[in-house]
């Protein structure tokens, strides 16, 4: 089971060998839903939402492996107009396709005004999610409300979920088809532990789809 990310990850962290289970389970749904042509929808609050937005970054270029376009795919571009192409092809990196849900001000400002505020994330994954995707809530507490209306929301719409919390038990856990709890109570600790923990996520994701082998 020890990818050896997780492995560095524990050695790095070793109180964060509690939970290495969880996170290789976690990958697991993200890798399954990566090589099915799905998509990542992420949503938190406060620096959980800079931690969606950070998991995004990651995701959506290129983390620490070049992702050069393949081959067929930069002649395309080059074929489409030689100027732009070219600069494309040479600059456009692989992406496995993630939204932070943080980010859209003018719908999210619209809904909250029109309807119901903390439905705001569960708007969105009713609009982008589809059976397949993977819904990732990030809540220091695990009980956002608006992050479980979301988590409520991807599942009816067939979608997986993944709680990113501390360690007390929560309504996000019981949601999440798995639960990342980070052994810490107090927020900023729980926070300074989600980012070794999403990092080494988008670090097997880059490596199954962008290494050597992927």
């Not at 939402?49 to 983390?63: R, S, T, Y």
């Not at 100027?83 to 003018?106: K, M, T």
């Amino acid at each position: 089971m020890k990818n050896k990310q997780i492995k560095l990850l524990v050695e790095r962290y070793p109180v964060l060998k509690a939970i290495e289970n969880e996170v290789f389970d976690a990958y697991q749904i993200l890798e399954n839903c990566y090589a099915h042509g799905g998509k990542l929808l992420v949503a938190g609050n406060g620096g959980s939402a800079a931690d969606a937005e950070h998991i995004v970054g990651e995701l959506m270029k290129g983390f620490k492996l070049p992702r050069k376009p393949d081959a067929d795919f930069a002649e395309k571009l080059v074929v489409e107009n030689q100027e732009f192409g070219s600069v494309l092809a040479e600059n456009l990196q692989g992406a496995l396709p993630a939204i932070a849900l943080d980010g859209h001000p003018a719908l999210s400002t619209a809904y909250m005004n029109d309807c119901e505020p903390l439905l705001c994330f569960a708007q969105q994954v009713n609009g982008y999610g589809k059976m397949g995707d993977v819904f990732l809530g990030i809540s220091t507490s695990g009980n956002s409300k608006n992050v479980l209306y979301a988590a409520t929301t991807a599942h009816a719409k067939g979608m997986k979920v993944i709680g990113l919390t501390g360690a007390k038990s929560s309504k996000l856990e019981q949601m999440s088809d798995v639960c990342i709890k980070v052994p810490q109570t107090e927020t900023y600790m729980i926070q300074e532990l989600h980012l070794p923990v999403y990092h080494c996520l988008c670090l097997m994701l880059e490596e199954r789809f962008f290494g050597e082998n992927g």
